[in-house]
């Protein structure tokens, strides 16, 4: 009788718990269901990286929400024969675009395409060429063939977007010599959101800011500025204005009664690349009231005269301080351009021929000419952030004086840590590439060379002019400006691109390419930001800013533990599991023993 009301205690027990564990189980079914119903009215998404890789800006969201059409990508960056660093960046970019599919829906769609999976050569190269017309540039990599040699490969790193017919390349690979692979890499990744929005923005963008490049003081010419002028239009519509002393060249007038007008710029931004000749004081004031009404101004402008021409038909030149009369408006802002010139050990190279005078053939050889330093972008800014070096042409320093609450200022190329200034008349002579640099003579480091100014700007002409002419209806004079910027860059020849000459006219080369070297320089990504950063008040640039850090094994520990390590790594998980399994069996076993 005892056994049998035991064995009774003991079923009653199991049947007990057998409805526990099934009342549980249907709670936890409910429990999910109603956590995805949740999910379903109230939309959320958890960033647990530190850097916040994941998470994307709110000018990112707004603007795949309010798409109204399939914006589609085609990205060439895929096969089983990619280097494990193009796979990584291959893997971000499909992580940022499902990002992107999260908020923008059916609105966004896209297609990875492996350019090499075709077996037929000749269609291959058919494609590759194809693609390079469209303005996606490949990069080839060396890899073990099945015999053991060694082949290249063509890999592509962009692709194409398309939206409303529209069509635009897009390059996701940074890849500049100077900086190690694994930076390239993560500037690569840090930059995708950006890239992508970027091409959004110029496939969506109905209507096109006008900017303006002034002319009428010798400053660079269409055939100098053509390269960039290409690359500008498929954001803005570009004009080349004179200002020629007349009061609504940069702004017009509407007329809404008699009484009532208003005045408004023509356009977004000028720029002011390299002039010459002397400014009239109307012409500088048409400027200065253009900034004030909210204009934005690119400057490029060195301090000093020298240039590489004369230097072909005489055995030096000397570098003069120029009468642009300009300076007294650039102090009023807030900058000052120096009449000197740097050098940098961190420099370019130029040709020069060694062949003995009067020989019937030249012999060019390369040597490294200080006189063309290598600036160094600023990490601190979305302008100048992950960029290559950028090329300069005697450029001169900058300082900011008398700057006000109301002015933020931001250097964003600056020399290395080896330079130096020489202040003008400067005497300039190809002689000097036979002696050697001493980079202790060159002590100056990290010399501004370009500047952002933001805020609001006092008038140059504040208190300077009669007052029956700043009260005058047509004028409208404004003391301050509105909240505004600038960009003020000592040296003219970072936007001037290098002409060919032939009989059927000039052909513009690539701006950012060395066209001795074939090195790639940053000059015309750093510019394209630059005009971006002014006229696009949206802050889509600020993206740039995104600061993924760059986690790598230390290859000092590493050494000589490598087994160890691998061997770490492989059992210590099992034992972790094993550990795990061993003390849910002696919890259970003491539970239902």
């Given at each position: 009788?005892?056994?049998?009301?035991?064995?009774?205690?003991?079923?009653?027990?199991?049947?007990?718990?057998?409805?526990?564990?099934?009342?549980?189980?249907?709670?936890?079914?409910?429990?999910?269901?109603?956590?995805?119903?949740?999910?379903?009215?109230?939309?959320?998404?958890?960033?647990?990286?530190?850097?916040?890789?994941?998470?994307?800006?709110?000018?990112?969201?707004?603007?795949?929400?309010?798409?109204?059409?399939?914006?589609?990508?085609?990205?060439?960056?895929?096969?089983?024969?990619?280097?494990?660093?193009?796979?990584?960046?291959?893997?971000?970019?499909?992580?940022?675009?499902?990002?992107?599919?999260?908020?923008?829906?059916?609105?966004?769609?896209?297609?990875?395409?492996?350019?090499?999976?075709?077996?037929?050569?000749?269609?291959?190269?058919?494609?590759?060429?194809?693609?390079?017309?469209?303005?996606?540039?490949?990069?080839?990599?060396q890899?073990?063939?099945?015999?053991?040699?060694?082949?290249?490969?063509?890999?592509?790193?962009?692709?194409?977007?398309?939206?409303?017919?529209?069509?635009?390349?897009?390059?996701?690979?940074?890849?500049?010599?100077?900086?190690?692979?694994?930076?390239?890499?993560?500037?690569?990744?840090?930059?995708?959101?950006?890239?992508?929005?970027?091409?959004?923005?110029?496939?969506?963008?109905?209507?096109?800011?006008?900017?303006?490049?002034?002319e009428?003081?010798?400053?660079?010419?269409?055939?100098?500025?053509?390269?960039?002028?290409?690359?500008?239009s498929?954001?803005?519509?570009?004009?080349?204005?004179?200002?020629d002393?007349?009061?609504?060249?940069?702004?017009?007038?509407?007329?809404?009664?008699?009484?009532n007008?208003?005045?408004?710029?023509?356009?977004?931004?000028?720029?002011?690349?390299?002039?010459?000749?002397?400014?009239?004081?109307k012409?500088?004031?048409?400027?200065?009231?253009?900034?004030?009404?909210?204009?934005?101004i690119?400057?490029?402008?060195?301090?000093?005269?020298?240039?590489?021409?004369?230097?072909?038909?005489?055995?030096?030149?000397?570098?003069?301080?120029?009468?642009?009369?300009?300076?007294?408006?650039?102090?009023?802002?807030?900058?000052?351009?120096?009449?000197?010139?740097?050098?940098?050990?961190?420099?370019?190279?130029?040709?020069?021929?060694t062949?003995?005078?009067?020989?019937?053939?030249?012999?060019?050889?390369?040597?490294r000419?200080?006189?063309?330093?290598?600036?160094?972008?600023?990490?601190?800014?979305?302008?100048?952030?992950?960029?290559?070096?950028?090329?300069?042409?005697?450029?001169?320093?900058i300082?900011?004086?008398?700057?006000?609450?109301?002015?933020?200022?931001?250097?964003?190329?600056?020399?290395?840590?080896?330079?130096?200034?020489?202040?003008?008349?400067?005497?300039?002579?190809?002689?000097?590439?036979?002696?050697?640099?001493?980079?202790?003579?060159?002590?100056?480091?990290?010399?501004?060379?370009?500047?952002?100014?933001?805020?609001?700007?006092?008038?140059?002409?504040?208190?300077?002019?009669?007052?029956?002419?700043?009260?005058?209806s047509?004028?409208?004079?404004?003391?301050?400006?509105?909240?505004?910027?600038?960009?003020?860059i000592?040296?003219?020849?970072?936007?001037?691109?290098?002409?060919?000459?032939?009989?059927n006219?000039?052909?513009p080369?690539?701006?950012?390419?060395?066209?001795?070297?074939?090195?790639?320089?940053?000059?015309?990504?750093?510019?394209?930001?630059?005009?971006?950063?002014?006229c696009?008040?949206?802050?889509?640039?600020?993206m740039?800013?995104?600061?993924?850090?760059?986690?790598?094994?230390?290859?000092?520990?590493?050494?000589?533990?490598?087994?160890?390590?691998?061997?770490?790594n492989?059992?210590?998980?099992?034992?972790?599991?094993?550990?795990?399994?061993?003390?849910?069996?002696?919890?259970?076993?003491?539970?239902?023993?």
């Amino acid at each position: 009788m005892f056994w049998i009301a035991e064995n009774g205690k003991l079923m009653k027990q199991m049947k007990t718990l057998k409805n526990k564990t099934l009342i549980g189980f249907v709670l936890l079914i409910v429990f999910i269901i109603l956590i995805n119903f949740v999910g379903e009215l109230f939309f959320f998404r958890i960033d647990l990286t530190s850097e916040k890789r994941y998470t994307l800006s709110e000018i990112t969201t707004q603007k795949l929400e309010n798409l109204d059409d399939i914006v589609f990508f085609k990205i060439y960056l895929e096969g089983n024969e990619l280097p494990p660093d193009i796979a990584k960046l291959r893997k971000s970019v499909e992580e940022m675009l499902n990002e992107f599919r999260v908020y923008g829906g059916e609105n966004i769609a896209f297609e990875f395409i492996n350019p090499n999976e075709n077996e037929n050569k000749k269609a291959r190269n058919k494609l590759y060429k194809e693609l390079i017309s469209r303005g996606i540039s490949p990069i080839t990599v060396q890899d073990k063939d099945k015999e053991g040699g060694i082949s290249q490969k063509v890999i592509f790193t962009g692709g194409l977007a398309y939206y409303k017919g529209r069509e635009i390349p897009i390059e996701f690979l940074k890849n500049n010599p100077h900086y190690p692979p694994e930076q390239n890499l993560n500037s690569s990744i840090e930059d995708i959101e950006f890239t992508l929005m970027s091409a959004i923005r110029s496939l969506s963008h109905d209507g096109k800011d006008k900017i303006a490049f002034i002319e009428g003081q010798g400053e660079l010419s269409k055939e100098e500025t053509a390269d960039i002028v290409k690359s500008l239009s498929d954001f803005y519509d570009i004009e080349r204005v004179k200002i020629d002393e007349k009061i609504y060249a940069l702004s017009t007038r509407v007329e809404r009664d008699s009484n009532n007008w208003a005045s408004f710029n023509k356009y977004k931004a000028i720029i002011i690349a390299n002039p010459t000749k002397k400014f009239s004081e109307k012409d500088k004031f048409i400027i200065d009231q253009f900034l004030m009404n909210g204009g934005r101004i690119l400057w490029l402008q060195n301090g000093t005269t020298a240039n590489m021409d004369s230097l072909a038909y005489m055995p030096f030149s000397m570098a003069m301080i120029p009468d642009l009369n300009i300076q007294d408006q650039l102090f009023t802002y807030g900058v000052r351009i120096n009449p000197d010139i740097i050098q940098d050990v961190q420099s370019a190279s130029i040709p020069v021929n060694t062949a003995p005078i009067g020989s019937k053939y030249p012999n060019f050889k390369l040597f490294r000419w200080p006189f063309f330093p290598l600036a160094n972008p600023s990490f601190k800014h979305s302008i100048s952030r992950n960029l290559n070096l950028i090329k300069t042409e005697f450029p001169s320093s900058i300082d900011t004086i008398g700057i006000r609450k109301a002015i933020k200022r931001t250097f964003l190329l600056h020399s290395s840590n080896h330079a130096k200034i020489l202040n003008a008349p400067v005497r300039i002579s190809l002689a000097s590439i036979n002696m050697p640099i001493d980079e202790n003579i060159y002590t100056k480091k990290y010399i501004p060379i370009a500047c952002l100014l933001e805020g609001v700007f006092t008038s140059n002409f504040k208190g300077r002019i009669d007052k029956s002419l700043t009260q005058a209806s047509a004028i409208k004079f404004m003391e301050h400006s509105v909240n505004t910027k600038m960009i003020v860059i000592s040296d003219a020849s970072i936007i001037r691109n290098n002409v060919k000459r032939g009989a059927n006219g000039y052909t513009p080369l690539p701006l950012e390419i060395d066209k001795y070297t074939h090195q790639v320089y940053g000059n015309k990504t750093f510019l394209i930001n630059a005009i971006n950063y002014l006229c696009d008040d949206s802050g889509i640039l600020n993206m740039r800013a995104k600061d993924f850090k760059i986690r790598m094994l230390d290859d000092i520990k590493l050494k000589g533990k490598t087994l160890s390590w691998e061997i770490l790594n492989l059992i210590l998980p099992i034992i972790i599991v094993l550990l795990i399994g061993f003390i849910i069996f002696i919890i259970r076993r003491k539970k239902y023993n």
